[in-house]
């Protein structure tokens, strides 16, 4: 989502005429796009700003703004007035579109301009966009989120669930596909609530069945998906759209009842369980991944063997795992019996191994097979190599030539890595 919002930023600023550099030092203007989903991104923001302030000294015209969900928080906004003033724009999630405006204005100001709403407006249609990637882009459905899990800071920041028209997402990924993107990925917070909003009775799998229409698209891959409200309706779409790619992200966040239920997350493990196995049946091969906390208020080991259980039982390909990180104003944030970071490190040391060690195996089993994979470009680690994505998601690398830049071709997997698999070009 931020990602996404960076690429809005830049073609603003591409319209007004700024260009990109690749080195901070000849920079103008910098903006720091932040997120606030854990501590650790909010520190490295406090740490950058450390050295922007020196480079600012050194050049007083240097214009330096911070956006992004971290701004939504009153007491970062606070901190910011306080101990970093040298900054010259703060804004937030909710009035991104208000860039441009905020830029001038910052410049004919002294000081430090802030502008954050606390709540969001209509959906801003129409905004630019300068896609990092020509084969592959991000198309929002949706914005903010209603279902709160108690760890949670992003209903906070991003504000209550609302979709958008199902006519204006047709129509970007209609222009998308005839300028050649292959891929496209749809955004929300939790994708399968999309058109509960929409005056028009419209659902998630109505939507995918809709885009799988538009000719020149090849493959539609989503994110998030919130396992309570994933229905067979949708599993069933996915199983029969062809574009739809056998892969899904299911965050199952914790494999014990009893923490699922304090994170609020509306699902048993049971539920999810019984889920996965529906879906697997359906789609076979499909790609499952996920994200996982350790370490949630109360968790014990007991409840942590859990994760472990459902991590062996589900296979996961791969997985996002978390340490809990404390947000300021969530209910968790205010939980007794907070996780020692101590017990919190071991737990996330074992869990990624666990995680790792199944991800080779499933990469392990590909080993043979000729899977199609979508060139995006030559890998950074070696030129003389291609690298691509297979439908499941998978990174491939493979001996290719630059014509199949842009273009989905076979590949026959020779060796699996953990994170990556390598293949030859299947003749
Ligand atoms: N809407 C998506 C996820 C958004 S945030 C969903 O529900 O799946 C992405 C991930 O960050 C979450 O899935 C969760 O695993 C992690 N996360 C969110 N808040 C966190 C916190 N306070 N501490 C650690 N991880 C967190
Ligand atoms: Fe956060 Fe839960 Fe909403 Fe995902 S579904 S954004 S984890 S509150």
């Known amino acids: 989502m931020n990602f996404h919002d960076s690429e809005k930023l830049s073609a603003m600023l591409q319209q007004m005429g700024y260009l990109e550099t690749e080195n901070k030092a000849d920079a103008e203007l910098i903006i720091i796009n932040t997120c606030c989903v854990r501590e650790n991104a909010e520190l490295k923001v406090y740490g950058n700003l450390g050295e922007l302030k020196r480079m600012k000294q050194k050049n007083p015209d240097l214009l330096l703004a911070i956006c992004g969900c971290m701004m939504q928080q009153k007491h970062v906004v606070e901190k910011i007035q306080k101990s970093y003033p040298f900054v010259d724009l703060v804004f937030g999630t909710h009035n991104l579109h208000r860039f441009p405006e905020l830029l001038n204005n910052a410049y004919q100001m002294e000081g430090l301009l802030v502008e954050v709403w606390d709540h969001e407006e209509d959906i801003q249609e129409d905004l630019p966009v300068q896609r990092k990637f020509s084969t592959k882009a991000f198309v929002n459905i949706m914005y903010g989120c209603n279902n709160f899990c108690s760890y949670c800071i992003v209903p906070y920041t991003r504000g209550r669930e609302r979709s958008r028209e199902p006519e204006k997402i047709l129509e970007e990924v209609k222009e998308l596909a005839q300028a050649g993107t292959l891929e496209v990925t749809l955004l929300g917070q939790n994708v399968n609530s999309y058109g509960k909003t929409l005056e028009e009775t419209m659902d998630f799998a109505d939507l995918l069945n809709q885009i799988n229409e538009i000719p020149g698209l090849q493959r539609i891959r989503f994110m998030t998906s919130h396992p ?80 472990l259980d459902l991590i062996r039982q589900v296979e996961y390909d791969s997985a996002f795992t978390f340490l809990y990180s404390i947000r300021t104003g969530t209910p968790a944030a205010n939980m007794e019996k907070q996780v020692p970071e101590r017990d919190k490190m071991n737990r996330f040391n074992r869990l990624v191994d666990l995680i790792n060690e199944i991800g080779l195996k499933k990469n392990l089993d590909l080993i043979g097979t000729t899977v199609p994979v979508l060139v995006e470009g030559v890998s950074k680690n070696n030129p003389n190599r291609l690298t691509g994505r297979t439908d499941t998601h998978k990174l491939v690398n493979f001996d290719g030539q630059e014509s199949h830049i842009g273009t989905i071709v076979p590949v026959t997997i020779t060796e699996a890595k953990t994170f990556s698999l390598l293949g030859t070009l299947h003749k």
Do not use: C, W
């Open 228 to 307: 309570a409200d994933f229905s067979e309706k949708l599993m069933n779409a996915m199983a029969n759209l062809q574009k739809v790619s056998p892969h899904i992200h299911l965050p199952v966040q914790a494999g014990s009842n009893r923490i699922l239920k304090d994170m609020n997350r509306k699902y048993s493990r049971e539920q999810y369980l019984e889920k996965i196995s529906l879906l697997k049946s359906k789609i076979s091969g499909i790609a499952i991944s996920t994200d996982i906390i350790v370490g949630f208020p109360g968790e014990t080991e007991e409840d942590f063997q859990d994760t």
